[in-house]
């Protein structure tokens, strides 16, 4: 859920070896610059779904949990 096909990575079908070869072939042809682009924005959510963004969510939840009672 997390890669967007074609924008952040490819999506294949688990143990589709075509649609596998397919994305790898793409990813060869694929110019430098869109390269880039797209592994830019695979940090992006790496960088929104790090540990520690997931310790500071929860710091948040148990924060508001404490006072709420």
């Not at 929104?48 to 310790?55: A, H």
């Amino acid at each position: 859920e997390l890669i967007q096909h074609r924008i952040n990575g490819w999506v294949f079908p688990t143990g589709d070896s075509s649609a596998l070869s397919e994305c790898l072939l793409e990813a060869f042809l694929t110019p430098q610059d869109k390269l880039k682009q797209m592994g830019d924005q695979g940090r992006k959510v790496a960088e929104k779904y790090s540990i520690g963004k997931m310790v500071e969510q929860y710091d948040k939840l148990y924060s508001r949990a404490v006072n709420e009672s």
